[in-house]
């Protein structure tokens, strides 16, 4: 019988693998999809819906420095879950 040996939970975004140099091309990508999530009440939005009610103040956020930032601490972030699971030898 198999044996439980570690429990480990994280998103499964494509940011985590994406490098930071590609946040900006992959998010060009939601201008042209009509089926975006409102994370309101999960009903689909256009990307210039959601535009509309967003806060003005992320686009200070979206820079290729910012992007890269968020990336590595991504990776900080998901380095531990890695360790553990080589720890645990599943």
Known sequence: MAEIVLGLGTSHSPMLSLPGDMWGEYAARDKGNPMLLSLEDGSTKT????????DPAI?????PDKFQAQFESCQRG???LKDAMIEADP
């Open 47 to 54: 990307y210039d819906e959601l535009l509309a009610t967003a």
């Open 59 to 63: 686009a200070t956020r979206l820079t």
């Open 78 to 80: 998901i380095t531990p």
